[in-house]
């Protein structure tokens, strides 16, 4: 359960950075710049948190809640019209979320242990 664990914490750093660095190709304005810098970075620096404490299960609520804020930023920070730095924050907040959710101790003790309807139940 660890190694996946870790793999999730990676794809989380993986992801946050991507977002910060976006801007660098995107056509953006100053608040999605910033929203894209700033939750990137949260992103990033929740999965390097976790990949340094394992036991630090606030990581993975955090992370799945700047997943939720990088989602919604588009449109809470009226940049939904400048396709990529939406289409940016769209994808990586909604994997965000997944990769937070798939980590969390119950979800992830479900999926790998066949527990009472987890994935694999079957």
Known sequence: MKS??????AVA???GV????SPMWLDTTD??????????VLVALSGLAHMARPDMT??????????????????????DALRGASW????VGV????????AMPVMSARMHHGGH??????
Do not use: K
């Open 58 to 79: 606030m990581a993975d609520y955090a992370m799945g809640v700047f997943g939720v804020l990088m989602f919604i930023s588009p449109w809470v920070m009226n940049f």
């Open 18 to 21: 991507f977002a910060a660095l």
């Open 95 to 102: 994997l965000t979320v997944v990769v937070a959710v798939s």
């Open 13 to 15: 750093v993986v992801l």
């Open 4 to 9: 996946w664990n870790r793999m999730q914490d």
């Open 88 to 91: 940016t924050a769209w994808v």
């Open 31 to 40: 608040r999605a710049m910033w929203s894209l810098v700033v939750l990137g």
């Open 117 to 122: 309807g987890g994935v694999a139940a079957h």
